[in-house]
């Protein structure tokens, strides 16, 4: 079974073929980082434009890459949610003709799913049920992985996504977009506890997470400094950031797996590659008795090649769509 896949929820358009759930045959990715950050962040109608100009060639070169034919596709899929709705459409719209035309099953895949199916295209072991740290630059949250199609969340962020946070945090010390990166490398050699930064508390909802108490004290920590003078620890206040959004998310990735009796763990999304958080969840899973999974790093970020491997767990539950689907800015998991 070979599945024709697209990704376009934000600011990368990607098209991979991938056979059976879990050989990637291609990944094409084109990244528009460069020319969002110019503008500081992603700026979702040049997104769509970018995706609209790029998805035709990546199809094709995808196709190349892998060696294969139209006649030797079997199924196509989408991410229909969430993300930018402008950005999405472009993908669901290209894979409704590409499906329409080549007469193939299409098969809509949820981007955080997605990122949690990156694991298994590293590591072919892996299977649920696990405990599913969720973490990119728009979505945060804690999933029990019951089976490939069966999820519950059980704790999320109750305002800003983590990769937000890091991305607003870099803006004010200068650093370019995405900022999730440059912040990691600035943190190297900083020290951890340089600045007191808040940790957040939801009452009545242990395993939910806030991000926004973290990113404005960070903002006018810059700027109070910048007002008076003052000199600025850049390498202490990113260590010291690190510290408090892997502070939000590890115990709780740790207290959501013993409450659901899970004894391995995964990380996924575009903030999984960030080394404290990864230094962390090795620590606390070991301490705990866990098996900790941790995709690598090109396997983090959006691709299309882990809607592929999901879209084949998809299907095999029946989840083809036909042309009424769309696309949707927020998606339940
Ligand atoms: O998963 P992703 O590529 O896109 C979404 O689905 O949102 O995640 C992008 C986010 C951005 O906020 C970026 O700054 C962050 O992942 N990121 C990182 C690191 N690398 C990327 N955050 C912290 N540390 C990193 N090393």
Known sequence: MRILAFESSCDETAVAVVEDGRRVLSDAILSQADMHALYGGVVPEIASRKHVEAIA???????????????????????YGPGLIGALLVAVSF?????????????????????????????????????????????TMLVDVKGYTEMEILGATRDDAAGECFDKA??????????????????????????ALPRSKVDGA?????????????????????????????????????????????????QAARQQGRSTVIAAGGVAANSRIRRD?????QAAGLRLYLPPLALCGDNAAMIGCQ??????????????????ANLEI
């Not at 003078?229 to 990113?238: K, N, S, T, V, W």
């Not at 969840?281 to 899973?285: D, G, K, M, S, V």
């Open 57 to 79: 060639a990546l199809t094709e070169q995808s196709l190349r890459d892998a060696g294969v034919g139209r006649d030797e596709i079997d199924a196509i899929a989408v991410t």
């Open 206 to 254: 242990e395993l939910d997470m806030s991000f926004s108490g973290l990113k404005t004290a960070v903002v006018n920590l810059v700027h109070n400094a910048g007002q008076k003078g003052e000199p600025l620890d850049r390498a202490g206040l990113a260590a010291s950031f690190a510290a408090a959004v892997s502070d939000e998310l590890v115990p709780r990735t740790i």
């Open 95 to 139: 894979a409704k003709s590409v499906a329409l035309a080549w007469k193939k099953p299409l098969v809509p895949v949820h981007h955080v799913r997605g990122h949690i199916a990156a694991n298994y295209l590293a590591f072919p072991e892996l299977e649920p049920p696990f405990l599913a740290l969720c973490i990119s630059g728009g979505n």
């Open 311 to 328: 879209a084949f767990y998809e299907l095999a539950q029946g989840a083809a769509a036909d042309m009424r689907l769309n696309a949707y």
């Open 170 to 195: 870099a803006r004010v010390l200068g650093l370019p977009y995405p900022g999730g990166k440059p912040m990691d490398g600035l943190a190297q050699g900083g020290d951890d506890t340089a600045y």
């Open 281 to 285: 969840l090795q620590r606390a899973c």
